[in-house]
């Protein structure tokens, strides 16, 4: 079976691999947190591209709904990864339009300000 679909799946199974390889050996490798959770989105991002053409190859559909839930686990570990470290940064103050203190909730907050 050498149709010019398969070879593409052929060579494309070969790039997804090697960037499979990769993503794995830079979450092995760290160095640092980052560097593990982008490689951990490009691992999922691969799982779905090789889902893709496994599809495209075969002519079925039975696997697009572990597409979309690769893609769902990505986007929201992402989220949740980028607000962790965004919050961990030693310079990270409160922003200079921020108008809530510490300790105070947003109700209080907000009758101060409608006062002065």
């Known amino acids: ?6 070879v593409a799946g052929i060579v494309g199974g070969t790039m997804l691999a090697v960037g499979a390889a ?5 979450i ?18 691969v799982l779905g591209a090789a889902l893709v053409l496994d599809m495209a190859v ?7 709904v572990l597409v979309m839930l690769a893609a ?3 986007f929201v570990g992402s989220v ?3 607000r962790f470290v965004e919050d961990l ?22 009758k101060e300000e409608h006062r002065g």
């Open 1 to 6: 079976m050498s149709t010019p679909l398969f």
């Open 22 to 26: 990769g993503a794995i050996y830079r």
């Open 28 to 45: 092995v490798r760290g160095p640092s947190l980052l560097d593990r959770a982008i490689a951990s989105d490009v691992l999922l991002v």
């Open 58 to 64: 075969r002519g079925h559909t039975q696997t697009i």
């Open 72 to 74: 769902m686990v990505g």
């Open 80 to 82: 949740t990864i980028a």
């Open 89 to 110: 940064r030693p310079e990270h103050g409160r922003e200079p339009n921020d108008r809530v203190r510490a300790g105070e909730d947003t109700a209080s907050a907000m």
